[in-house]
């Protein structure tokens, strides 16, 4: 069966380190998104993607960058980790509808960060 | 960014008794989606609507679009303890064709109590 996974599933880091979250899907779906989940805030969009080479900056991207080189992947990298980034990520993925049609998003299980 | 609010936040309710969860927007989407999400998981989808004055039906769950495209319910009849969980829902903003952003509410927490 097709799914989405992320790793690492719980993460410690301290202010100022490099931290990568994984995402890979076997959907083989062009589009990938990545949120954040916190209380109060509901899921906000860091970064998306519509294909291979293709990123783009959602609503709360400062801090954060990620890199498509190929279909299945989509990392998110936090080039200097602050305690305001601890938070509960979300990958997902989705296939390319046509016209205005929205397609499902399908989530992986979540990663949750903890920056001392 | 299109903002969603959806009310109420929080709802505790006995097993069997019907409940509403309102989602509004001042402005249009092109679909909205409602998701569901279990703690320690990630959300899953329950329906898309996609035309003004929409009506789904899931079962129990009864989904509606306003006919202005700005505004959605989901209406539960009985529920039941399984149905305990946080209901999102999310409008799409699109810039074409398969390039679109959802725009995620903050979410219901419903509690079916047994």
């Known amino acids: 069966d097709a799914e989405i996974t992320q790793s690492p599933r719980h993460k410690i880091t301290e202010t100022g380190r490099q931290v990568t979250l994984a995402c890979h899907q076997t959907w083989n779906h062009n589009n990938m998104f990545w949120y954040r989940q916190d209380l109060g805030h509901g899921l906000r969009l860091i970064h998306y993607?519509?294909?291979?080479?293709?990123?783009n900056k959602g609503e709360v991207s400062d801090g954060y960058s990620v890199s498509r080189s190929n279909t299945e992947d989509l990392p998110l990298t936090l080039e200097s980790a602050a305690s305001s980034q601890t938070s509960v990520y979300f990958c997902a993925s989705s296939e390319s509808m046509a016209g205005w049609l929205t397609g499902e998003l399908f989530f992986g299980e979540g990663s949750r960060l903890t920056v001392l | 960014t299109q903002l969603l609010e959806q009310s109420p936040q929080f709802l505790s309710i006995q097993e069997g008794e019907n409940l509403t969860v309102y989602c509004n927007s001042s402005s249009v989407f092109s679909s909205l989606q409602w998701y569901r999400q279990e703690p320690g998981e990630g959300p899953v989808l329950l329906v898309t609507v996609v035309t003004g004055g929409e009506v789904k039906k899931l079962k129990r769950l009864t989904f509606q679009f306003g006919d202005a495209r700005k505004d959605s319910s989901l209406h539960i009849t009985a529920a039941q303890p399984g149905d305990t969980g946080l209901y999102l829902c999310a409008g799409a903003e699109g810039s074409g064709a398969g390039s679109y952003q959802l725009t995620f509410g903050k979410g219901t927490k419903l509690s079916v109590i047994p």
């Open positions: 993607s519509y294909g291979v080479q293709d990123t």
